[in-house]
């Protein structure tokens, strides 16, 4: 069966890629998902992914299929480097930045690029700058502080489409680091998904909201706990993650006023942080992701007829 677009959206991952048929009236006409993320590819492999998934995608005028990209494809270890904007700056001109690694009498495909922060200590993003831009598209006049929870989670001022400053925490990456490699993992042997783990994330989320500073040394009570006092697997998990988590938005408590912060990412993630905002006293709502990354391809291409992409 054949399908008639208007045109491809594509949310290229590090683990995985999601393509969206997209119909001349902004309606989806198919998803496609596969296992083919960056992080297993080697340049020469992505034309034929993506000629892959396309198979049987046509245009309903009959031309190149247009392919719209945002994510670590234009990383510069993946397809084409998609150089980076600097923030300031605002996202509608993302597309200004686009490189074309792919164009012929099939296919047509444009990476967005990324955004870097230099004043202030260097950072970068890649995929959440497109996020950024679907939540403007989708809450126009919204400007605050955005919480993107994942493995390095992203804070982020917007007003508007405009990105004023963010900032990265390796949360999600330190917690499977110390809960694999480091002398913590030995109060991890059993099932850590258990009943204690709510009650481990609680007390842990406290720890790290009233002292975020002393983290190095708290991370230690996950080792003692267990040895002392008979924490199990499933309370110890959840102390970690919390304390994690709760240091991270701790360390951002300058940032966040009464403004309810919009959270997008995992629901189960998402859930955590709405949860520690709430105890830090502040107030956090987790957003449709897939909703949030198509808002973002969307308003991205608007500007097609007024940007030209890079070759």
């Not at 902004?26 to 892959?52: H, Q, W």
């Not at 939540?135 to 502080?145: D, E, N």
């Amino acid at each position: 069966m054949t399908d008639i677009v208007d045109w491809v959206a594509v949310d290229w991952g590090t683990s995985n890629l999601r393509a969206w048929g997209i119909a001349a009236d902004g309606s989806v006409v198919f998803e496609k998902v596969s296992p083919s993320g960056m992080g297993k590819l080697a340049r020469e492999d992505y034309p034929g992914v993506l000629t892959g998934l396309l198979e049987d995608v046509q245009t309903a005028h009959g031309g190149p299929i247009q392919v719209l990209i945002c994510g670590m494809a234009g990383a510069r270890q993946g397809w084409l480097e998609a150089p980076y904007l600097e923030a300031p700056t605002d996202l509608r001109s993302l597309l200004a930045g686009a490189v074309q690694p792919m164009a012929d009498n099939r296919i047509i495909a444009s990476i967005l690029p990324g955004v870097c922060q230099k004043a202030g200590g260097d950072n970068v993003m890649r995929g959440e700058e497109t996020q950024l831009l679907g939540l403007a598209a989708l809450h126009p006049g919204f400007s605050g502080i955005v919480c993107m929870p994942g493995t390095h989670s992203k804070w982020a001022k917007l007003s508007g489409s405009r990105i004023e400053h963010f900032s990265t925490a390796m949360t999600g990456e330190v917690f499977e680091v110390l809960r694999t490699h480091s002398v913590l993992r030995h109060s991890f042997n059993g099932d850590i998904d258990g009943p204690g783990r709510a009650d481990g994330f609680a007390a842990g989320a406290a720890a790290g909201l009233d002292h975020p500073e002393q983290l190095l040394g708290t991370l230690f009570q996950v080792r003692a706990g267990s040895l002392l006092s008979g924490r199990q697997p499933d309370w110890c998990a959840g102390y970690l993650s919390g304390l994690l988590i709760g240091t991270e938005v701790g360390a951002n408590r300058h940032l966040i006023g009464a403004q309810d912060v919009p959270l997008i990412g995992s629901p189960t993630l998402c859930a955590l942080y709405a949860q520690v905002l709430t105890l830090a006293g502040a107030s956090g709502t987790p957003q449709d992701a897939t909703a949030i990354v198509l808002a973002g391809l969307k308003a991205a291409r608007n500007f097609t007829n007024e940007l030209e992409p890079r070759r």
